[in-house]
């Protein structure tokens, strides 16, 4: 069996990566989500240990100092951090795993894990990444504004990764995120490692058209 694959998927908030990343989970087998530590409040509805680990600064900085992070950054005031070993292992069990962290923590990823795939989505306009923020209601006047203005110098990085997928119409978007994962599943490295029984690729050794 071979490892599975790293895909970071950054996007400024509000572009639609958590109902992306939640449908690739849901339609796909063997891709995991890589559950994240923050010290964010929990939104109405979001469940520890299923959206995020809901830690307080003081464990936060304690995993910080333990060195458990694969990367961590503090983005919109708030601190996130991706365990590592939780992602090692499920790699090393073959599993893809999915990472939906911000440009600075990609960065770190990619600077320790360069086979990594990286992917960034972008709205289609500026109006509709206000409209979706503020429809989805899960911010104030005043955070929405700082996740805005984060939103401008965040979708600069975008040169600065591999895939880009514009998020209009969402199964569109969604068909090219699950395009770019089985382009990844169909490299000849992880065909020839899980798929291919070489024994039946051998010709018969009395096959008519060998002799
Ligand atoms: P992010 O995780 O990038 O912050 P979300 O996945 O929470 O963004 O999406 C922000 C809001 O936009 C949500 O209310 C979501 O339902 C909505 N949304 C996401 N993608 C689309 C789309 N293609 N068309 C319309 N609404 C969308
Ligand atoms: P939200 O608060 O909307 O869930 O996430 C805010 C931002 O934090 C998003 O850009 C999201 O990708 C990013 N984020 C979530 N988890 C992590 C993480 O573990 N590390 C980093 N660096 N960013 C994260």
Redesign the pocket.
């Known amino acids: 069996m071979d490892r599975g694959d790293l895909f970071v998927?950054?996007?400024?908030?509000g572009a639609g990566?958590?109902t992306l990343c939640s449908m690739l989970v849901k339609e796909l087998d063997n891709i995991a989500f890589?559950i994240?530590?923050?010290t964010?409040s929990p939104?109405p509805g979001e469940i520890n240990g299923k959206?995020?680990y809901f830690v307080s600064e003081q464990e936060f900085e304690q995993l910080v100092a333990e060195d458990a992070?694969l990367?961590?950054?503090r983005?919109?005031g708030?601190f996130?951090?991706?365990h590592r070993a939780h992602v090692m292992e499920k790699l090393s069990q073959g599993t893809d795993v999915i990472?939906?962290?911000?440009?600075?923590?990609?960065k770190?990823v990619k600077k320790r894990l360069p086979g990594a795939v990286t992917i960034f989505i972008l709205p289609p306009s500026w109006q509709v990444l206000e409209e979706r923020l503020t429809k989805r209601g899960?911010e104030d006047r005043e955070k929405i504004k700082l996740?805005l203005q984060n939103a401008m110098k965040?979708m600069e990085e975008v040169t600065n990764y591999q895939y880009t997928v514009v998020n209009d119409v969402l199964e569109v978007a969604f068909g090219q995120l699950k395009a770019i994962v089985l382009a990844q599943r169909s490299k000849t490295r992880r065909v020839l490692a899980s798929n291919v029984d070489i024994d039946a690729l051998r010709p018969n050794p009395d096959s008519w058209f060998l002799v």
Do not use: C, M
């Not at 990472?99 to 990609?106: C, H, K, P, T």
């Open positions: 998927i950054s996007a400024p908030s990566k958590s890589s994240s530590h923050t964010r939104r959206d995020y992070f990367e961590w950054a983005v919109h708030n996130y951090g991706t990472l939906d962290i911000d440009v600075q923590g990609a770190q899960s996740r965040e």
